[in-house]
């Protein structure tokens, strides 16, 4: 790899927004009479003065001016319209990333001159979640690979048995379990029938958002897998089902909620990503077992744990697949 190209994707890596400078390991740096900038043989003081001192950049990094950087994260591949991404960010947890912060729900402009202060910390307070949600995501267990329409993909005699042992595995926790929202489609229609058996008394509601798809083109590009066609539209209805199911609880909710989230391995990846603000192009790089639990904690301050990913523990090993 070149060394223009390999500034390119420091550069590329380090881009959150706009990019004033970036920095890669090059080996240490010769020493510059102690740190101190002096004036070049022929030049002014204060052309001296704007030189940065050795300090400025920790030892065995080379810092890029302004334009450069510019120039090598223009090379890096543009998000989606669907995806935001502030500029400015510089990996920093954005409380607001559900867009249900307190501050983002009330219009500031509307607050009361007589009583000021008091009544906007009671609107902020009136808006503030209390209760956590806990989210499983749950794989589809193991299907008909040969099915040629989706109604022709249903679980293999293996797959049942894992949608029995996810099931079971649910139950033995113990909770209280709100809701089950599942994908329309039939591998993850006919999982959830079998997972609710050992949950009686869960609705169950289907939904076209949590649909497989594409949600984005993933980083690094795989050579085999490459549906370009449908990244537009799967992925603006990916990003959709994140929006609309993944977020902190209503300030309504007393109590905390336990939902239950059965769809496909390219959903549940994406939405890991995005839940924890991790880069969503990434989401290739996670492997998820047919039936596997998948567990999200979601704070009232909208902080965002991962507490298992993909978790088959409680399968027999020749019971476990990936496909």
């Known amino acids: 790899m070149s060394f223009r190209r390999a500034l390119a994707l420091a550069a590329c890596g380090l881009a959150g927004g706009s990019v004033l400078f970036s920095a890669v390991a090059v080996g240490k740096q010769p020493a510059r009479g102690g740190g101190d900038a002096e004036p070049r043989p022929g030049g002014s ?9 050795a300090s400025a950049a920790p030892p065995g990094l080379l810092l890029l001016p302004p334009a450069a950087a510019a120039a090598a994260a223009a090379s890096c591949p543009p998000a989606p319209g669907w995806i935001e991404r502030p500029a400015g ?49 749950i794989r589809h267990s193991q299907y008909n690979l040969d099915g040629r ?8 005699p293996l797959g049942r048995e894992q949608a029995e042992l996810t099931g079971h595995r649910l139950a033995s926790l113990g909770l209280k379990f709100d809701q089950i929202i599942h994908s329309s489609m039939t591998r993850a229609t006919e999982t959830t029938e079998i997972i609710s058996k050992h949950l009686p008394g869960v609705k169950k509601i289907s939904t076209d958002l949590l649909r497989e798809g594409a949600p984005i083109e993933p980083d690094p ?12 539209e799967d ?19 007393e109590e905390d909620s336990y939902e239950i989230f059965v769809c496909h391995a390219n959903v549940i990846r994406y939405i890991v990503c995005r839940a924890l603000q991790f ?25 965002v744990a991962l507490r298992t990913l993909g978790d088959t523990g409680f399968m027999p090993p020749d019971k476990i697949t990936r496909t």
């Open 235 to 253: 992925g603006a209805r990916i990003e959709a089902a994140f929006r609309n199911f993944i977020h902190r609880a209503d300030a309504k909710q």
């Open 45 to 53: 003081a204060a052309a001296a003065a704007a030189v940065p001192p």
């Open 89 to 137: 960010t510089g990996g920093y947890w954005d409380s607001n990333w559900d867009r249900r912060e307190p501050l983002a729900l009330i219009n500031l402009k509307k607050k009361n001159e007589e009583t000021g202060e008091e009544e906007l910390a009671s609107r902020l307070d009136h808006c503030k979640a209390k209760a956590t949600r806990h989210i499983f995501l």
């Open 279 to 303: 880069p969503p192009e990434g989401w290739l790089r996670m492997s998820l077992n047919n039936g596997s639990i998948t567990h999200l904690v979601i704070r009232p301050n909208g902080r």
């Open 221 to 232: 590009p795989v050579s085999h897998w490459k549906p370009e066609a449908v990244y537009y």
């Open 149 to 156: 329409a989706d109604k022709d993909r249903t679980l293999t």
